[in-house]
């Protein structure tokens, strides 16, 4: 089991860095070819329905993963009936969102690109839900394939987009056409390894929602200092400085992916651990998902102190270069973000979410709160740093949250993780030419991490108590 593990975990991870360096080329396109203000208005258009996207969520996907690894539910009858729940909430979410748009202080184009977009948004929300069934077959080969197909399909018609110097509509037809690659291809694919049918069985959807709610909550409340920044920013700041922010948001945005996948591979494991009372299966999987979380983020983080300003230079144009420093403060928050998942995973395995509750209102009312101080005076330096208070208090209540419940980190393996981060930050001091810093940095950080065992072995597919020997 554990050996499969490894290998999903490899297997979305190497499709991950590919969609993501696909996702990176494509914004490259978007940035010089819209520039900044035009980037701001398609990042306008997308931050605004992403909200909608994350709150229609209701945390299916984790509710997904979860059943599917306790089996309380026949694994037909909870898809069936997931994917006409999932169905009838986002629709309802995606036909509201273009109309509260409409009261909104927006020109008509970027009304015009939510209401088309919609329909985008639409799609994703129903082929995220079904990745957990890829994650509970061990068969994530077949969801990375359906992200790259989608992902492709971005490519081209960006490219056709920006050689034609088509306007900002056409991005978002091409985004259409993405989604609905991903999601067919999703679909399909899940009901081929679990065959499942369209199902309206108010029972199981009471289940489903008895199960979801508190997850639901607190994602509205989260999505309060997740996206508001750009929302705000969007309504006080001009359209250029949406476009600023965002492409270095953008960047950072594909990397949490990654936490992502790492923990909700492990999620299933978690929950079985903690169904079966075997608390020292717990502890490691926690252990080492955490620790696998710390070396991410700190490699984040000091990439983005060292090299912003050039790598955001090359990766969007000049215009952009002030973005770099941008990307340093979000590095920052991103770190925490990887942390605060590796914690919130486990938090909702061990099925204690309604704990999360004051800790996501008061992280929300600091947010919130800040953002309306610091916006309208320091414009994308006050939204970046505001991130930067809201997931570092996020992350350091959910730990306090999840040690009170029995779950701790183990400082063991943190000093090499240090050693690793380190040698990363002298490889990207050296005065090479950037792509150079680049390949070097990840030859050395990854040399590292294999020299000093750092990858978890209850993530690779050994009893991580190796790893401390």
Not at 19 to 26: A, K, M, N, R
Not at 53 to 68: C, P, Q, S, Y
Not at 442 to 464: E, M
Request: one cysteine or more.
């Amino acid at each position: 089991m554990l050996n499969s593990i490894s290998g999903n975990t490899i297997t979305q991870l190497l499709g991950k860095a590919t969609s993501t360096l696909i996702g990176l080329v494509v914004v490259a396109l978007m940035t010089r070819a819209l520039g900044a203000a035009g980037f701001g208005e398609y990042t306008t258009v997308v931050a605004y329905l992403q909200f909608f996207g994350i709150l229609v969520d209701f945390g299916l996907t984790m509710t997904t993963a979860r059943e599917l690894g306790n089996t309380r539910l026949a694994s037909n009858i909870l898809l069936g009936n997931l994917l006409s729940f999932r169905t009838v909430t986002a629709g309802a979410a995606f036909i509201i969102a273009p109309l509260v748009a409409l009261f909104l202080p927006y020109p008509p184009l970027i009304k015009m690109g939510i209401a088309l977009t919609s329909l985008a948004f639409f799609l994703n929300s129903l082929s995220q839900s079904f990745g957990a069934v890829f994650q509970a077959q061990l068969k994530s080969h077949l969801l990375v394939l359906a992200e790259l197909g989608g992902r492709i399909v971005l490519l081209v018609g960006t490219i056709f987009a920006t050689l034609g110097q088509l306007p900002l509509i056409s991005y978002l037809l091409i985004l259409i056409a993405s989604s609905l690659t991903t999601t067919t291809w999703t679909l399909v694919a899940a009901k081929r390894l679990l065959p499942f049918k369209w199902q309206i069985n108010f029972a199981v959807w009471r289940e489903l929602w008895h199960a979801t709610w508190p997850i639901a909550l607190t994602i509205a409340i989260n999505l309060i200092y997740f996206k508001a920044d750009t929302l705000i920013l969007s309504l006080l700041k001009p359209t250029i400085d949406v476009g600023l922010y965002g492409a270095a948001y953008k960047v950072l945005e594909v990397l949490l992916a990654v936490p992502a996948i790492v923990c909700g591979l492990v999620l299933p494991l978690a929950a079985r651990a903690y169904a079966q009372g075997d608390k020292n299966k717990l502890a490691e999987l926690y252990h080492g998902t955490f620790d696998s979380m710390l070396a991410a983020g700190l490699a984040v983080l000091v990439g983005g102190i060292i090299i912003g300003t050039p790598l955001m230079t090359l990766f969007a144009g000049v215009e952009f270069a002030v973005t770099g420093k941008i990307l340093a403060i979000l590095g920052l928050a991103t770190a925490f973000i990887f942390l605060g998942n590796a914690i919130g995973y486990f938090i909702f395995a061990l099925d204690k979410v309604k704990k999360m509750i004051p800790a996501y209102l008061i992280t929300a009312l600091v947010a919130l709160t800040g953002y309306f101080i610091f916006i309208p005076t320091y414009s994308y330096w006050g939204a970046a740093w505001m991130t930067v208070v809201a997931e570092a208090l996020m992350t350091t209540i959910s730990l306090v949250i999840l040690w009170k419940l029995g779950l701790k980190p183990s400082a063991v393996r943190w000093p090499k993780i240090i050693l690793a981060t380190l040698l990363l930050a002298i490889t990207l001091i050296i005065p090479w030419p950037l792509v150079s810093k680049l390949i070097m940095g990840v030859i050395v950080y990854s040399g590292a991490i294999w020299y000093l065992k750092l990858i978890p072995k209850d993530i690779t597919g050994q009893n991580s108590a190796e790893t401390l020997t």
